[in-house]
C-alpha cells in the first residue's frame, strides 16, 4: 500500500490538529519530513490559502503555510520523497506563474512536485485577490489546459478562452516530462476534470460508499491516481488493529494512494507514529533501512 502524509504544523485546522502543532516550526516539521522520507513515504502536502475571513477560520482553521516555501525548504532535508501542494487554488495564479515557480521547485526537488490543484470556494478570498469567483469552473479548465501544454518546457505556448499566449521562455522548468497533476473536489464534476486534464483526483468531505460509487462508475485510465484520505487521525502505535481496518476500507472504495493524518504528542512521538505505520502498511523494508 502506497501512504502519503497530511502534513502537520502547516494547517490547523479545528478537531483535526495535535495540541503539540500549535507551537511547532520548521525544525519540527523538518524532522517529520525527514522521517517520512527514510520510511519510504509517498508524499507530503500543503495546502494554499491567503488569507482567511476570521469568522470563516472558526471551522476551516486560519493557519495555512506557504506550499512554496515550505516545500523549498524540506526539499533540501529529503531525497525521495514527493511535495504534493493540497491544494493550489487555480483562480488565484496565472497558469505561467505556476509553472514558473513550482517549475523551479520541481527543478531543486529533483523532480518531486506533484501539482494538486482545484477550483475553489472562498469567495470572500477570491473577492480580495481580484479574482473572479463567478465563471470560476471554466476558468479552472482553461487553466489546466494551458498548464499540461506549458510546464516542463522552456518556451510554452497556448491559446485558449482565457489564456494565451506564445514566443516566452520560461526557465527555469519542471525537470519532469510530465508533472503530475492532482485535481481535488468533491462533485462528479470534479472527477471528469480530472479525467480529463489531469493524473490522479483527489476527493474530499464525501462519505466511502459514495466515493466507492463515483470510482467504480468511472473508466479510469491505467495509471490514473485515486488519493483518498484515511479520515480521523490514527493512532498505528496504541491501536494498530483499528489502523489496519481504516486503511483497507479506503483501499477497498477504489484508492490507489492514501493519505493519513496521525495522532501524536509531539514531532518526536510524530517519527514514532511513522514508524510504526510503516510496519502496520508493510512498506518495503529497503525504504526503510
Not at 506550499?67 to 483562480?91: W, Y
Amino acid at each position: 500500500m502506497r501512504l502519503g502524509i497530511n502534513s502537520p504544523v502547516v494547517t490547523a485546522v479545528p478537531g483535526v490538529h495535535s495540541p503539540w502543532e500549535r507551537t511547532a516550526g520548521i525544525e519540527e516539521l523538518g524532522a517529520v519530513a525527514e522521517a517520512a522520507d527514510r520510511l519510504g513515504f509517498d508524499h507530503l502536502t500543503c495546502s494554499e490559502h491567503v488569507a482567511v475571513p476570521a469568522d470563516i477560520a472558526q471551522q476551516r482553521g486560519g493557519t495555512y503555510w506557504d506550499p512554496l516555501s515550505t516545500f523549498g525548504h524540506l526539499a533540501a532535508r529529503t531525497s525521495r520523497i514527493r511535495f504534493a501542494t493540497q491544494v493550489l487554488v487555480l483562480g488565484y495564479h496565472h497558469p505561467l506563474e505556476i509553472a514558473k515557480r513550482y517549475g523551479t521547485l520541481d527543478r531543486v526537488s529533483g523532480g518531486r512536485v506533484v501539482l494538486g490543484l482545484g477550483v475553489g470556494s472562498l469567495e470572500e478570498e477570491f473577492r480580495l485577490l481580484g479574482a473572479a469567483f463567478e465563471g470560476r469552473g471554466a476558468l479552472a479548465d482553461d487553466a489546466l489546459a494551458a498548464l499540461r501544454a506549458s510546464l516542463s518546457r522552456r518556451e510554452p505556448a497556448y491559446h485558449g478562452e482565457h489564456f494565451d499566449y506564445e514566443g516566452l521562455v520560461v526557465e527555469p522548468h519542471a525537470v519532469q516530462d510530465r508533472v503530475p497533476l492532482w485535481i481535488g473536489g468533491r462533485t462528479p464534476r470534479s472527477l471528469r476534470r480530472a479525467l480529463a486534464y489531469g493524473d490522479g483526483w483527489v476527493p474530499f468531505g464525501l462519505p466511502l460508499d459514495r466515493l466507492g460509487e463515483m470510482v467504480g462508475a468511472a473508466s479510469l485510465p491505467e495509471g490514473f491516481e485515486v488519493v483518498l484520505s484515511a479520515g480521523r487521525p490514527l493512532d498505528p502505535s496504541g491501536d494498530a488493529h483499528g489502523t489496519a481496518e481504516a486503511l483497507r476500507k479506503v483501499s477497498d472504495a477504489g484508492a490507489t494512494l492514501v493519505s493519513v493524518s496521525l495522532s501524536a504528542r509531539s514531532a518526536a512521538h510524530y517519527a514514532e507514529q511513522l514508524e510504526a505505520l510503516a510496519v502496520v502498511a508493510d512498506l518495503p523494508a529497503g525504504a526503510r533501512a
